[in-house]
């Protein structure tokens, strides 16, 4: 068990439709980090939080929004889905960039 | 542009035998590496990790070595156990800046009875 909670476990919607993921780090860790594991592909760095703020982000949808709250919770919105957006989510989260990221279990997708 | 490659998607051992596996990267500015193993439908659990200022880092029976002029790290698993079996990602970050993981592909890595 890595600290790191997400939820819901899978999702299935359709296409356009709107969801919400969401992530709570382990106590005490400052950033979080979410990241796309498509079908053959490598896990994606799509955008990262460091208390509350937005620190970086990779190649992350202009549908795609996120934010961290002050409890440091952090929520991936998907809007608009496309069959392609059908992916695993992770969220990881560590005490500072010079540590390992512990990754929850993950959030599979299936848009149909 | 990949920046972080793991040349060979699969690899088989026997166990007790020593597992090795490769990766490559092309970006210089990244300072801290990282292996990650991987279940199906899990998320990645932390092996081990290696800052650019060093050569090798050890904890228990994984070993990374990192080569900074070829830009290439490699994980040794010695020995290998059926329990290892699974895919093993490197990822690469610059530390020094946000610390957001550059992951490589992929090795599946499968340690025989």
């Known amino acids: 068990d890595s600290g790191v909670t997400q939820t819901p476990k899978h999702l299935i919607t359709a296409t356009g439709q709107r969801v919400t993921l969401r992530c709570s780090p382990r106590?005490?860790?400052?950033?979080v980090y979410w990241y796309q594991q498509s079908l053959d592909q490598g896990l994606q760095f799509l955008i990262q939080y460091y208390n509350g703020e937005e620190r970086a982000k990779g190649n992350i949808l202009e549908r795609f929004s996120a934010q961290q709250f002050p409890d440091l919770h952090s929520e991936l919105n998907l809007s608009s889905l496309e069959l392609g957006d059908s992916a695993l989510y992770f969220c990881a989260s560590s005490s500072s960039s010079y540590n390992e990221q512990f990754f929850g279990p993950g959030t599979r997708l299936t848009v149909l | 542009d990949q920046q972080v490659k793991q040349n060979s998607p699969s690899l088989s051992v026997q166990e007790g035998r020593i597992s090795i596996l490769n990766c490559d990267y092309t970006n210089s500015m990244f300072d801290y590496f990282l292996w990650y193993k991987k279940y199906p439908a899990e998320g990645p659990t932390f092996l081990i990790s290696?800052?650019?200022?060093?050569d090798k880092n050890e904890d228990g029976r994984f070993t990374v070595f990192l080569n900074k002029s070829a830009k290439h790290l490699s994980l040794h698993i010695v020995p290998s156990q059926p329990g290892d079996s699974a895919v093993y990602f490197c990822?690469?970050?610059?530390?020094?800046?946000?610390?957001?993981?550059?992951f490589g592909q992929g090795t599946t890595l499968q340690v025989k009875p």
């Open positions: 990822a690469a970050s610059r530390a020094s800046n946000t610390g957001k993981l550059i």
């Open positions: 290696i800052s650019s200022i060093k």
């Open positions: 106590s005490g860790d400052l950033s």
